[in-house]
């Protein structure tokens, strides 16, 4: 087993990982950029380094000084955390090359589902299904309207390379189609350093399911269940839950199409299938996350399995603890993102210091935040400030015990999207289940009349 661990990474998941360490006895190294010197995740850690600036470019996504970091504190291996590097085929292969462990999949793995369109490509072949589209990148323009033509409008325009809801474009016409390709790879180009673009037949408002998904290093792969992450605005996740409410026939068919998928690529690590469900309950893969996700939690609360002890076991060579019969869930648990933002003006990010704070307690109730009184969110990263996670017996339990959180939470100094999530909990569509990944869009035009 690992003795220290560094986490490349910031804020709310760094402190996550900081905790699953010290419990399992190992040592810590945060790293930290010039402006988040005072973040509670460097002051939890057992030793902290700054890697560089306040700009992501200069310190979380720097690869030299971060492993130089590791090196010098003389560490074992190198969490990736969420986001930044953790989807980063040169960085998990000059970690190794360091003689470092990389705590997650191989370059190789990430760099082919990092590729969206070759990842795409890897499922086509492997027989799992697949929206309809282009066959790799579009080469040029002619080629694209071309291939749009034959699936037909409206079809999403999107970025090889793309995450986060970035480098996307819907083209509802060929008149459309121009201008839409130009802009989704100048977006990727100016995102992820890759212009390249393929194409998908556009699934009006579908569900987004996503499958949990451990391999180890001796070819044994689970799942451990869905997720329902419909709730979103423009493509960014707000509130996810599990489990979903799909029945068990389409449960057990998509969990295979998760295997399957996570078996075809010799899949290693905690990784995420994300499939579209359309409203004849046909579903398509879409990407894979080779990473932890912001919403993994939820999977935690119902299957009482901790993911990042799981991620550490895998990376020290040791074999996965449960098969798929080994795994039970229990009750429903629902996550909301509480973001430091305006929803009144566009979810614009709102960076600033927190004047006061209450966080929410009670049995069933989770909370993953870095912040405290006086802390100042800077305006430079990611605009989530706390995940509130609940869970409840039935998910009617878990809808009102989250209102109750939602009440006890309170976020001073910086506008929030906390009322906006309350609001969320007392629609009728989402009490009902009725939602689909147009819900916010439908909620916002209600809203502004």
Known sequence: MMKKILIANRGEIALRIIRTCKEMGIGTVAIYSSIDKESLHVQLADEAFCVGGNRSSESYLNIQNIISAAIISECDAIHPGIGFLSENAEFARKVKEAGLIFIGPDSECIENMGNKSKAREIMKNAGVPVVPGSDGVIVDIEQGMKIASEIGYPVLIKASSGGGGKGMRI??????????????????????????????????????????????????????????????????????????????????????AAILAARNVKYVSAGTIEFILDNKNNFYFIEMNTRLQVEHPVTEMITEIDLVKEQIRIASNLKLKFSQEDIEFRGHAIECRINAEDVSNGFRPCPGTITSLLLPGGFG????????????????????????????????????????????????????????QYLIMYHPGFVRGNFNTGFIEKLMKELEK
């Open 365 to 420: 109730v989770r909370i993953d935040t870095i912040l405290y009184h006086g802390y100042k969110i800077p305006p430079f990263y990611d605009s989530l400030i706390a995940k509130l996670v609940v869970h409840g017996n039935t998910r009617l339990e878990a809808i009102r015990k989250m209102r109750r959180a939602l009440e006890e939470l309170i976020i001073d100094g910086v506008q929030n999207n906390i009322e906006f």
């Open 171 to 256: 083209a509802n016409s060929e008149d459309e189609f121009q201008k839409c390709f130009f802009a989704a790879k100048q977006e990727a180009m100016s995102c992820f350093g890759d212009d390249s673009v393929y194409i998908e037949k556009l699934i009006m408002n579908p569900r987004h399911i996503e499958f949990q998904v451990l391999g180890d290093n001796f070819g044994n792969i689970i799942h451990l269940g869905e997720r329902d992450c419909s709730i979103q605005r423009r493509n960014q996740k707000l509130i996810e839950e599990a489990p979903s409410s799909i029945d068990d026939d389409l449960r057990i068919k998509m969990g295979n």
